[in-house]
T-cell receptor, first 115, second 112 residues
Framework: KAGVTQTPRYLIKTRGQQVTLSCSPI?????VSWYQQTPGQGLQFLFE???????NKGNFPGRFSGRQFSNSRSEMNVSTLELGDSALYLC??????????????FGQGTRLTVV | SQQGEEDPQALSIQEGENATMNCSYK?????LQWYRQNSGRGLVHLIL?????REKHSGRLRVTLDTSKKSSSLLITASRAADTASYFC????????????FGSGTQLTVLP
């Protein structure tokens, strides 16, 4: 079974640009969540989608947005990039609607560098 | 914000020794999961322990959970150089949709 696939693996963008990251969950998984990892703040939750609906959102500005498609693939978008958005962005997928006691599996991440 | 802390922040041991990492969290949880991360790459799922479980084993891994103290420990026995990585605990809070809250991580170095 293929794991969680994130594309691209690396990105370099300029301040003020926007960027779109993609995540394909494990087949059959309907929940996709996104996390930002930085040396200073560690791993922080961005948002979670289930059946194309955003069910939960972390404490990030509105420049961070996402969506989920009917095939469960998800994208996140960051507009008006700032230097502080440089981070490793990780996507996780989970099976089913009830999340109690189900594992979350992560992709390899997208390393975004804003210059 | 991060749920809690992991202790120690860094641990260096010799191959063959056991490594113990601790994690504390703040809220009531559904479960706690441990992950490994190599050099800023993706997180590899190691083990999940439910809130009603006290101990769980998987190969060389042993996880304990004490919900009264809101703490967990991960023991890696007979460590290998390939175990060198950062280890994170992550909790699913009660009543929430999937939103893992991570600890600050322990950097484990296993010396050959």
């Amino acid at each position: 079974k293929a794991g969680v696939t994130q594309t691209p693996r690396y990105l370099i963008k300029t301040r003020g640009q926007q960027v779109t990251l993609s995540c394909s969950p494990i087949s059959g998984h309907r929940s996709v969540s996104w996390y930002q990892q930085t040396p200073g703040q560690g791993l922080q939750f961005l948002f979670e989608y289930f059946s194309e609906t955003q069910r939960n959102k972390g404490n990030f500005p509105g420049r961070f947005s996402g969506r989920q498609f009917s095939n469960s693939r998800s994208e996140m978008n960051v507009s008006t990039l700032e230097l502080g958005d440089s981070a490793l962005y990780l996507c996780a997928s989970s099976f089913g609607n009830s999340f109690m006691n189900t594992e979350a599996f992560f992709g390899q991440g997208t390393r975004l560098t804003v210059v | 914000s991060q749920q809690g802390e992991e202790d120690p922040q860094a641990l260096s041991i010799q191959e063959g020794e056991n490594a113990t990492m601790n994690c504390s969290y703040k809220t009531s949880i559904n479960n706690l999961q441990w992950y490994r991360q190599n050099s800023g790459r993706g997180l590899v799922h190691l083990i999940l322990i439910r809130s009603n479980e006290r101990e769980k084993h998987s190969g060389r891994l042993r996880v304990t959970l004490d919900t009264s103290k809101k703490s967990s420990s991960l023991l890696i026995t007979a460590s290998r150089a390939a175990d060198t990585a950062s280890y994170f605990c992550a909790t699913d809070a009660l009543g929430s949709a999937r939103q893992l809250t991570f600890g600050s991580g322990t950097q484990l170095t296993v010396l050959p």
